[in-house]
């Protein structure tokens, strides 16, 4: 099947500091992507949908300037959480649709210390 | 809106048990469906998946099926082993650029 790639694995930065994670499909065109944020023993949590060559359309409650995406090609999208806070440290995955299924990425867990 | 409910753990069984775990989904229009799992520490694993309905899928030993009359995709496995301790999310994809919906989890535990 198609490969969605993620980097970096892991990270751990300084509170304040801002953190960039991409996500790339392989082997496929992906003109939308979606981020998701998973808490310890949960289920995850869509946090936007990032769109090849316009805007990302985010979900109700999360803040857009805390997480900025762009979408730059039709195989890159990047999240970046600014100014970042120990409340920001999670396990964040990207997927890509190539219908009829989706690809995820293998996740980047965040720490904010 | 489209929605998966699945049966919340955690689940602990012995080893050499058989496993259901329910899921169930409300859905317009012919979702494909899908089962994740998840070790600790690590991202989502496809396990299976059926795209439309009668199909089964199956893999590892797990096995679900696509039902349309009862909106439902049940997972099951004969014979659980302890490297199944996992937890498992079932997921649809309705069509296009749309995200999968998730159910919330179950978490299994397997005894030796």
């Known amino acids: 099947g198609a490969v969605v790639s993620q980097h970096p694995s892991r990270v751990i930065c300084k509170s304040g500091t801002s953190v960039k994670i991409e996500c790339r499909s392989l082997?496929?065109?992906?003109?939308?992507m979606f981020w998701y944020r998973q808490f310890p023993k949960k289920s995850l949590m869509l946090m936007a949908t990032?769109?090849?060559?316009?805007?990302?359309?985010?979900e109700q409650g999360v803040e857009k300037d805390k997480f900025l995406i762009n979408h730059a090609s039709l195989t890159l999208s990047t999240l970046t959480v600014t100014s970042a806070h120990p409340e920001d440290s999670s396990f964040y995955i990207c997927?890509?649709?190539?219908?009829?299924?989706?690809?995820f990425g293998p996740g980047t867990r965040l720490t904010v210390l | 809106g489209d929605s998966v409910t699945q049966m919340e753990g955690p689940v602990t069984l012995s080893e050499e048990a058989f496993l259901t775990i329910n899921c169930t989904y409300t859905a317009t229009g012919y979702p494909s469906l899908f089962w994740y799992v998840q070790y600790p520490g690590e991202g989502l694993q496809l396990l299976l998946k059926a795209t439309k309905a009668d199909d089964k899928g199956s893999n590892k030993g797990f096995e679900a099926t696509y039902r349309k009359e009862t909106t439902s995709f049940h997972l099951e496995k004969g014979s659980v082993q302890v490297s199944d301790s996992a937890v498992y999310f079932c997921a649809l994809y309705a069509s296009g650029n749309t995200p999968l919906v998730f159910g919330k989890g179950t978490r299994l535990s397997v005894i030796a």
């Open positions: 990032s769109n090849e060559g316009s805007k990302a359309t985010y």
């Open positions: 997927s890509a649709p190539d219908y009829p299924e989706q690809f």
């Open positions: 082997d496929f065109q992906a003109t939308t």
